[in-house]
């Protein structure tokens, strides 16, 4: 089940799409090669927060592809309707990488084992057997988010400046009536999935205490410098 429709944001400000527009897009379809975004070959869906503020929480639907063995990179959209608005990137590395990064990076990074062990990380529209072979190896990887676009807040447009993005990491950190309306619309258990998953091995190493902000907040400022010619 790829999830009920729901209610969307505020309207994007500007002209519907003119036919001259889609029949430019059909031509160029038809004779381009896409091969960046022919690479993506799984929807993960999962919940990000603010790194400065938690109470602040959004649905992330994942579009993900391997660069290799050891990373992905996704296209974060706010659904997985044909017209969701893509409101981020994610990187995903695994232990193994992110064990070379330079201390000061390692705080922007945040853990995966337990949005996946609780359940709230899943695959919509594919048997749990088949994407727990998957999400066994997501289990033990960290990701860099940004957000571009603060849909929370009811922009119509990607406004303000980028929004480094951490995922859950304990009980009682989910925003219950979030977590209830993307089980409703997705019909999937967190719970049940949570004891299906309880054999799952977070990183080998242990979450490294200063990945997941260093369990402080994180929060994206500008600021101005003189630009040299």
């Keep these: ?24 897009e059909k031509a160029t379809a038809a004779i381009q090669a896409f091969g960046p975004v022919n690479k993506i070959h799984q929807h993960l869906c999962a ?8 109470t602040r929480q959004v ?3 994942h579009y993900c592809g391997h660069l290799n063995e050891d990373m992905r990179q996704c296209l974060i ?11 981020g990137i994610e990187y995903v590395i695994s232990e193994e990488l992110f064990l070379t990064l330079p201390d000061a990076e390692k705080p922007l990074w945040h853990s995966h ?19 727990r072979i998957d999400l066994e190896k997501i289990c033990q990887t960290y990701g860099k988010a940004v957000h571009f676009w603060q849909m929370d807040k009811g922009d119509s447009l990607p ?4 929004q480094v993005m951490m995922a859950l990491t304990r009980d009682g950190q989910v925003d219950d009536n979030l977590a209830r309306d993307v089980e409703k619309r997705f019909g999937v258990c967190f719970a049940e999935e949570r ?16 990945a997941n902000a260093a369990g402080k907040g994180l929060k994206t400022v500008l600021r ?6």
């Design 159 to 162: 406004l303000g400046l980028p």
């Design 47 to 54: 919940f990000h927060f603010y790194a400065h503020d938690m």
């Design 195 to 210: 004891e299906k998953r309880a054999y799952m091995k977070g990183p080998v190493h242990g979450i490294h205490p200063l």
């Design 59 to 61: 649905e992330a639907h």
């Design 224 to 229: 101005e410098i003189d630009l040299k010619p």
């Design 77 to 87: 959209y706010d659904s997985p309707e044909a017209d969701a608005r893509l409101i």
């Design 1 to 24: 089940m790829e999830g009920e429709k729901r209610s969307r944001g505020p309207e994007i400000p500007g002209e519907p799409t003119q036919i001259g527009t889609s029949l430019v």
């Design 113 to 131: 084992e337990y949005e996946v062990k609780s359940g709230v990380l899943f695959m919509p529209g594919v048997p749990g057997p088949v994407q």
